[in-house]
């Protein structure tokens, strides 16, 4: 496959969930054609099987659309959920008494109780807690606790369904971020070489360490993704950044937890301090809610798309708009065209971000990604191309500028996979280590035929080349070159 970056070369990359909506091989291939990047397997739903079937039509989709696509497994985590009701949805109204009981059977639910999947919950909560039902939609006070039983009065009712989240506000809940089902899915990771795995509730940086523990010892090599989600992740922020690969905010259960108001500083805070420590943002949920139904999104979509590119976000994604939606490939087409209409504008042009207090780089490839993107600032540079292995060097260029092209040449197809989820890079197929034996001049034509086979640059474009002294050794990027696009 000859990985073909888009034409636009839109900077922010795009997300996008497979389910129902998805399972035609050529609805997947057409969104992938008008932007997917990266393919969102949900293991809340369904079975292993299920995404063992969609991963291979994910892959299918990718030969036939010519197109590099990463995959990112979303672990289900311990989501707190009722049971569900004997005679269908329930109507809780305000000032009404309702029980959540953890003995109760799961389809036995009333209008004056239902069960909970959640066993502790007596545990976790005590009388005058908030707890919140159905995405925050359903507010109800604990007024008393037993060993098996939640008593609570309805402060704000609404209809209630089967198998809806629960939530304590302020968090609180102490339920392990891995489950049983998780660890499945890990080993289901590891056996199919997914690249990215998300890990969902996140406390603390212990949290991701034992997920890669178990990935690692599975045999897998995917990098770590934190969901921000809870109210005890934001109080660990730092500790999770440094600990994960990637970071997502994960704004639904976020914004139950934390309370609304606040989520709009929390997003910008979370994109701000995972870009200062190189890590990769994904910005999530409801982002093109109304797609779901509608053919086009509404204007506060489109202002929150913009918003979080503006912001610095390498992706943003799409849920239940791709998965289960009406309209899963216009609502790619529209998110693309928000994004490239929002870089239009220099503020999405993250600038040289701020050393830290000693003045350091921690490493070669840091000072050269410095040193790189300073010079293309003051330079008419046509394109950034690394050779590279592990895409550690592309990743850190994208941290610090964002808007000139960076081209990840590499033999690796886990890395050029890897990289379709950072800002303003993009994966290109190109084994260094073939032409090994020949000169450096000879190098430099391969990489110009490529460029030029591939309508990147034109001929006497400047590029600035970085790689290292040994070719195809992780980890040894070195050194940058300023080089003219030419075949003489």
Avoid: W
């Avoid at 009404?96 to 109780?113: C, H, I, M, N, Y």
């Avoid at 010892?217 to 993704?225: P, S």
């Avoid at 934190?226 to 970071?247: F, G, M």
Wanted: net charge negative.
């Amino acid at each position: 496959m000859a990985d073909k970056p888009s034409v636009q070369l839109r900077r922010a990359k795009i997300v996008a969930t497979v389910g129902p909506a998805t399972d035609e091989i050529g609805v997947l291939t057409q969104m992938m054609h008008a932007g997917v990047d990266v393919v969102r397997l949900n293991a809340s739903h369904g079975t292993v099987e299920d995404r063992r079937r969609r991963l291979a039509m994910v892959r299918e989709a990718a030969q036939r659309a010519d197109r590099c696509i990463g995959v990112l497994l979303d672990l289900g985590g311990p989501k707190i959920r009722i049971e569900g009701f004997r005679d269908g949805p329930v109507m809780l109204k305000e000032g009404a008494p309702f029980t959540l009981d953890t003995e109760l059977d799961s389809k036995a639910g009333t209008v004056e109780r239902v069960g909970v999947a959640y066993p502790d919950l007596p545990r976790d909560v005590e009388s005058g807690d908030t707890l919140l039902l159905n995405d925050g939609q359903i507010v109800v006070d604990v007024t008393n606790v037993t060993a098996t039983t939640v008593e609570t009065r309805v402060r704000v009712g609404g209809e209630l369904s089967d198998r809806k989240g629960l939530n304590r506000q302020g968090g609180g809940i102490s339920a392990p971020a891995l489950s049983a089902r998780d660890r499945e899915d890990i080993r289901f990771a590891a056996e199919e070489g997914i690249d990215y795995v998300a890990v969902s509730f996140v406390r603390d940086a212990d949290d991701i360490e034992e997920a890669r523990t178990l990935l690692r010892a599975a045999g897998g090599d995917g990098r770590l993704v934190a969901k921000i989600e809870r109210h005890e992740a934001v109080d660990n922020l730092t500790q999770i950044i440094e600990a994960a690969d990637v970071v997502m905010v994960a704004r639904g259960d976020l914004g139950v937890e934390m309370g609304y108001a606040e989520l709009t500083g929390l997003q910008k805070t979370i994109i701000q301090e995972s870009r200062n420590r190189n890590r990769v943002v994904i910005t999530a949920t409801q982002m093109m809610e109304s797609m779901i139904h509608n053919p086009v999104p509404t204007r506060a979509e489109v202002s929150d798309v913009s918003n979080a590119v503006m912001d610095g976000t390498d992706a943003v994604m799409l849920s239940a708009e791709t998965a289960a939606g009406r309209y899963p490939v216009k609502a790619v087409e529209a998110m693309a065209q928000v994004i490239v209409g929002a870089e239009k504008y220099q503020l999405t042009h993250p600038r040289s971000r701020q050393r830290s207090a000693e003045g350091e780089f921690k490493g070669s490839e840091e000072a050269i990604a410095m040193a790189v993107t300073y010079t293309a600032n003051h330079m008419k540079v046509r394109a950034i191309v690394a050779l590279t292995e592990s895409g550690a060097t592309p990743l850190l260029m994208s941290r610090i500028r964002s808007d000139i092209p960076v081209y990840a040449f590499t033999r690796h197809e886990a890395t050029r996979r890897r990289v379709t989820l950072y800002r303003g890079v993009y994966p290109v197929i190109f084994d260094v280590t073939a032409g090994s034996s020949t000169s450096t001049e000879e190098l430099y034509r391969a990489l110009f035929l490529r460029l030029l086979e591939l309508r990147l640059v034109k001929k006497r474009d400047l590029v600035i080349l970085t790689k290292g002294e040994l070719s195809g050794v992780q980890g040894g990027t070195n050194s940058m070159q300023i080089l003219k696009v030419t075949l003489d």
